[in-house]
């Protein structure tokens, strides 16, 4: 009976371009598999924060200036 009892780790790298096909090269050889993730963007990381509740509104200025104590 044969038993795979591999335990799996998850990396997150940032490594310089120029050291990408190296990279890629060391992956297909060791039979790694490469899950791309992207960045999202500020405007991406603006809205999720308004989804969830950490954006605050304000009818006027002076109502801002009086939450901050100003």
């Not at 096909?21 to 809205?47: D, F, H, I, N």
Request: glycine residues 4%; proline residues 6%; contains cysteine.
């Amino acid at each position: 009976m044969e038993t795979n009892n591999t335990t799996m780790d998850t990396f997150l790298l940032e490594i310089p371009k120029s050291d990408s096909s190296l990279l890629k090269s060391l992956v297909k050889r060791m039979g790694w598999t490469v899950k791309a993730t992207t960045k999202p963007t500020p405007y991406e990381q603006a809205l999720d924060e308004k989804e969830h509740g950490c954006v605050n509104e304000y009818d006027s200025p002076e109502e801002l200036f009086s939450k901050m104590g100003i």
